[in-house]
């Protein structure tokens, strides 16, 4: 869904989708309880560094959580990891604001 979005797509290089994909599911398996993966690639998530370089407003983040959360509703994820995936997405998404607008 990311990649055919108007707002939050044109953030990544045309060549990158595939590495940025496994980035995510790397992070996302460690962070909710898989294996640790990601820290032996990547080392500490350092999300606010990695994503600087990105305009990142109210905008992107409300967009980024929809996103995710249409995603969740389409792999049918039940309601209680649904809700704590949500929440997890809509606390990194404004944690990671760095435009005001």
Known sequence: RVREDDLIGPMYPENAWQVAEERLYLFLAMRFGGPADYLEKR???????????????????????????????????????????????????HFLRNQSA
């Open 43 to 93: 080392g500490h998530p350092r999300l606010r560094m990695r994503h600087f370089p990105f305009k990142i407003g109210q905008a992107e983040a409300d967009r980024w959580i929809d996103l995710m959360d249409e995603a969740l509703e389409e792999c049918c994820v039940a309601a209680e990891p649904r809700a704590a995936m949500h929440e997890f997405f809509n606390q990194v998404a």
